[in-house]
């Protein structure tokens, strides 16, 4: 047995192994595809946002070059401005246009008139920042930051490595990233005549009010713009940083051969005002006048406005931290129900966004992404497996024992059958010899010697008939008679079969029977069963000072029940529901003492379950043993 349970500790290491291996590479693809997912989608969510600023940079480019005045003039005569009312997006401060002299026109205001009551703190801080931008618009550009990765590399090598991108494309190398949001190079269109007055009367008003001197002024000061210690600003400094170069103009002609005026328009670009607002302007080149057109973007609006339609209504949300920051200014938002202090996730997806928007960045952050839906699965299938396996294993071994534990049994009973079947033979042996040599002075010691060789002669008949039935039995070959009785017939059998063996081993029989309805049974096999049992109790019950037994036979819930009780010694607990195997036999001093093959009880159970019935052993309250056979009151032969 050492040796089984050595074979199959080795042997399910040699399984479990292998299995845990691909159970853990199974989970780490899961595990890295789930990730390639995440990162897919966390990139189709940044396309939107893109797509957002790009429809928005669009719009931007097609306004007409006069609807940044109040009025306009078309064939239909002077309509308003598309631009002449607050803009619908929260995040848009207002639309303007910087003129040559660097003086200010807004669509809010009507052209020589003072803004509408409830737009003068709006117009005010329009020309606020009309006035930052004039001072700024001439100072160097500053280095423009590197853009964040588009594509973690290590990111690119674990798609790989799980398959995902292969499966769906020839090739998972990322496709390189736009540059510029809209038109790239500066464009040349044609107005009518009615625009380019319309342009022209706009910073004709503006010049008459402001002044050309103030506005030269202004400029040359900015030139020189000390800073917070009154020295002048380096070109590579200053609080507020162009964002985008600005491209040169040409000065174009006057008008084009078909006498329409010809106007060049370069594309947009942005400055930052402050920690919170930058301005997107373009720039209108007019027969060598430059003016600058565009709106004010306030960056915390804007960056609230990207995460709440782009980001808040989306499954990924809940899983993932988007982070945006607009020239130094962040916002950002948490997976559902994650805390402040939440730890910061793998990255997923990055970007800088192209030009104007280059001082937009994009980062997002897998906090928490959820399981690929086969990794439930997959975890039932390995607990399925695991538990088929345990069971498998424990099958196998209770199995090998129980064929070594019956291969032990058998040779034991070898053992004893030659044991048993010696010992008569020689006692036949000696008796015959000495009847032959005339030993037996008298007749009666003859006759002893005659009853001594009967009995052998008996015992070696019964264990021969014992091997013989338990091999019908397993054969099954063996025919019961079945027929009615009331076990009245089998009762004064036993007693009468049995009456001198208990009288020469001093026991007492009790017989007590209630009214017994009448069923069918085999009579010599019930008789045969019951001289079993008392066979048993004589064996081990011979050297105790009370020497009883009793059989008591009642009928309870459709059931006969056959008691058969001593006053042996009694089973050892563990051996209760072993008794009736096949060649067992209780190890202790006194079975080793007393012989037997241990195929009494087995033949009991066999007999007993080929008529219906079944057998159960238990110690008594008081010393002693019962067996008790149930037999089917309802069997008819």
């Known amino acids: 047995m050492k040796r089984l349970r050595i074979y199959m500790i080795i ?20 595990d890295r595809e789930v990730q390639a997912q995440v990162r897919f989608f966390a990139e189709r969510l940044l396309d939107e946002i893109e797509a957002e600023l790009a429809e928005l940079v669009r719009r931007e480019e097609n306004r007409a070059v006069d609807e940044y005045g109040h009025n306009r003039v078309t064939e239909k005569g002077t309509t308003p401005s598309p631009l002449s009312r607050l803009p619908d997006q929260a995040f848009i401060l207002g639309y303007f246009q910087s ?17 509408p009551v409830g737009l003068v703190e709006r117009v005010n801080q329009l020309q606020a920042i009309n006035a930052v931008f004039n001072q700024r618009k001439r100072i160097a550009q500053l280095p423009v930051p590197s853009p964040l990765r588009d594509q973690d590399p290590s990111a690119i090598a674990e798609d790989r490595q799980s398959g995902f991108a292969d499966r769906f494309l020839r090739s998972a190398e990322p496709q390189k990233a736009k540059s510029v949001l809209g038109q790239e190079r500066a464009r040349v269109e044609e107005i009518t005549a009615g625009q380019a007055m319309n342009l022209a009367q706009m910073e004709s008003d503006r010049s008459a009010s402001q002044g050309r001197e103030d506005a030269v002024a202004d400029m040359e000061t900015a030139d020189a713009a000390p800073s917070a ?16 170069q600005l491209p040169a103009v040409e000065t174009l002609p006057a008008k084009s051969e078909t006498g329409r005026f010809l106007v060049e328009v370069a594309p947009l670009q942005a400055v930052a005002i402050d920690d919170e607002r930058v301005f997107i302007f373009r720039r209108i080149g007019v027969d060598g006048q430059i003016y600058r057109q565009g709106f004010v973007l306030g960056l915390r609006a804007f960056l609230e406005h990207l995460l709440a339609v782009h980001f808040d209504p989306q499954p990924i949300a809940r899983y993932t931290r988007l982070t945006l920051n607009a020239a130094g200014l962040d916002a950002s938002r948490q997976p559902s129900g994650a805390g402040a202090a939440t730890a910061a996730g793998d990255w997923v997806a990055g970007r800088t966004f192209p030009a104007p928007f280059g001082f937009l960045t994009a980062e997002m952050q897998a906090v928490s992404p959820p399981p690929s839906p086969s990794h ?35 040779s034991q009973f070898v053992s004893a059958v030659t044991h048993e079947l010696k010992t008569p033979l020689t006692n036949i042996r000696m008796y015959v010899e000495m009847l032959d040599q005339g030993m037996a002075a008298t007749p009666e010691r003859e006759q002893a010697y005659l009853g001594i060789l009967a009995a052998e002669s008996a015992r070696l008949s019964g264990l021969i008939n014992n091997v013989l039935e338990l091999s019908r039995l397993e054969k099954q070959t063996r025919r019961f008679n079945l027929k009615d009785g009331d076990l009245t017939d089998v009762l004064a059998d036993v007693q009468a079969v049995m009456a001198e ?27 045969q069963v019951l001289i079993n049992l008392m066979e048993n109790s004589i064996k081990f019950g011979r050297h105790l000072p009370e020497k009883k037994i009793a059989i008591a036979a009642e009928a309870a819930d459709g059931w006969v029940k056959l008691a058969v009780s001593d006053a042996g010694p009694g089973i050892p607990r563990r051996s209760l529901k072993q008794v009736f195997d096949d060649f067992y036999r209780v190890d ?22 080929a008529m219906g019935g079944r057998v159960t052993a238990e110690n008594n309250d008081g010393p002693g043993c019962t067996i008790t056979i149930s037999l089917p009151a309802n069997l008819k032969s």
């Open 99 to 115: 003129n040559p002299d660097g003086s200010f026109q807004t669509p809010l205001v009507e052209d020589g008139q003072d803004p």
């Open 376 to 410: 439930q699965t997959l975890t039932l299938a390995l607990a399925v497996l695991g538990a088929v396996l345990v069971a498998g294993m424990a099958a196998i071994y209770h199995s090998a024992r129980t064929v070594l534990d019956l291969s032990e049994r058998r």
């Open 501 to 527: 063996r208990l009288a020469r081993e001093d026991f007492d029989l009790h017989i007590h029977t209630g009214r017994l309805p009448v069923f069918a049974y085999d009579r010599d096999v019930l008789v």
């Open 229 to 244: 210690d009154g020295i002048p600003l380096p070109p590579a400094a200053g609080p507020g940083r162009k964002i985008h």
């Open 588 to 609: 202790n001093d006194l079975t080793r003492t007393s012989g037997g093959t241990g195929l009494g009880l087995a033949l009991v159970k066999k007999f007993v379950a």
């Open 11 to 30: 042997f399910s290491v040699l399984v479990t192994l292998p299995l845990v291996f691909v159970a853990w590479r199974t989970y780490g693809a899961l």
